[in-house]
């Protein structure tokens, strides 16, 4: 089951290196490559994967920063997630889809199979069980997963997900919780987490661990580390209770070699994007 | 301004036409041509705007049908709304993406620029004012909109949006309304109607009235008519107090040529398409 073998990668390394590459971030001489954008995009991604895939838990790509280049950006996606898959590696599609039935079964043909086949797909479930449910199929037969959008971090989350309800006084996104917890009771593993886990941000960490309370048998991915707030000791409070998320950090760690104190534009740039993931990974479970 | 355009075709006829194309709904003879399964559906696409034009108000595709595709189905998809919008017709992507402010303004670069730019795109605000500004500038320099995702028909739509709220007893979906009319304030045109719209069904009449009243300069995207739901008297109804809003229909459309008396699987089989729509219009404005 995905989610054991995301729980096994994480016990090791919890750390999920964000492949959201921007053609700003490549070292100079991809950049002069007399390649298309998407081309150079998925040589750094390659590069990043051969140099951390032994200290990272999974990879996740972040779709949007390749719908922005159009066709030449999906191809570079898709050229990405399989680089990801066929090192072994766990690729989580953040593509915060979410539509009716009928909309959701396509998204989940287009995430779990074919150019764009993903281990596991973050899902946005304003419109409730039938944004999420078409994908179960794919977690019963084919090893895949969902990371569903609970609370994120960033300042408007507030607008709608901290709203409190009439009815029991739960805020919106704990009552999103419960519906996570539900529907991923038939997806329970070996590690007693579910196939259906969610996105939590760690800008709040009291919040955290309450919802770590309120929802036991669901893994978290979480994108708060460095840029958005969150630190090692943060983490590895929570990790005390229960390791029961991967940290994702994306520009921290894949322009390391541009914001190193000797910047690298040259070929071997991906070595300190690997000591900057390694740093990660030591800084939080160094604490436990 | 997009919506004064939308407004202005929309007093003409009131049909969206949903390009939500699957390869089941083709014709056997373009089934059969030695193509892509992308370029068969591009060539359905194209034959379905060239019958349509003069009788909607625009085209919706839903991205997810590409999606599902892959690579292939994505290059349909830029076929596509370039056709439409060569065709000097309005172009809304139904993409529903919903993220922080970062990935937004890569979506935003994605769906109103290169390869996949089109008029209006569909957004999901669980993450509040981050997932709609980026797309912001885009509607001041560049005549483009929204349409953000308030109420919708599908039967767990009450998972969430409906939820009462504890400050003032509003349902989740009214406190959405009233963020998307301020998010719109700025924008409104000579029409009346903002730039930022929003999705709502049509499986609740009344809420709907409800809501024209709450939100009266926000244009609505109704895919209420035929398969899921409502009718052209409940719709005519609702244009009684304001042409407020496009309808669409998808699949009781652009598969008019499978379900007519007599089937069409050959050349012409657009004529069906066209038909049908006309039939739809007419169903609408004949109650005005």
Redo the contacts between chains.
């Keep these: 089951m995905i989610m054991d073998r995301l729980y096994n990668e994480a016990l090791k390394s919890p750390v999920c290196v964000g492949l ?1 590459t921007k053609i700003d971030f490549l070292p100079q001489y991809l950049k002069d490559k007399d390649w298309s954008t998407g081309e150079k995009i998925t040589a750094f991604n390659k590069k990043i994967v051969d140099a951390t895939a032994d200290i990272a838990a999974c990879y996740k790509m ?1 779709i ?2 390749y ?9 570079a996606y ?1 050229e990405t997630v399989k680089y990801v898959r066929k090192n072994g590696k766990i690729a989580i599609g953040d593509a ?6 009928s ?2 079964t ?2 989940a ?3 779990f199979e ?3 086949e993903v281990d596991i797909l973050t899902v ?8 999420v449910s078409p994908y179960f199929p794919y977690i019963e037969n084919n090893e895949k997963g969902l990371f569903v ?1 609970l609370h ?1 971090s ?8 901290e ?5 029991d ?1 739960q805020k ?1 996104y704990e ?2 919780g419960d ?1 996570i917890t539900e529907w991923g009771r038939p997806f329970i593993g070996e590690s007693g987490y579910s196939a259906v886990g969610a996105v939590v941000g760690l800008t709040f960490p009291e919040e955290f661990e309450a919802l770590q309370d309120q929802c036991p048998s669901t893994f978290f991915l979480v994108p708060g580390y460095g840029a958005q707030g969150g630190t090692g000791k943060d983490i590895a409070n929570i990790f005390k209770k229960s390791r029961c998320a991967v940290i994702n950090s994306s520009r921290g760690l894949i322009t390391a070699h541009q914001k190193a104190e000797t910047p690298c534009e040259t070929e071997g740039f991906e070595a300190l994007i690997r000591e900057k993931t390694l740093a990660m990974k030591e800084d939080i479970l160094k604490w436990l």
């Design positions: 959201d972040q949007a920063c719908e922005a280049l159009g066709l030449d950006g999906m191809k898709s915060k889809r979410g539509d009716i039935t909309t959701a396509q998204y043909k287009g995430h074919g150019d764009f946005n479930a304003y419109m409730g069980e039938d944004a959008l994120t960033n300042p408007s989350s507030r607008d709608f997900q709203l409190k309800l009439e009815e006084g919106l009552a999103v519906k």
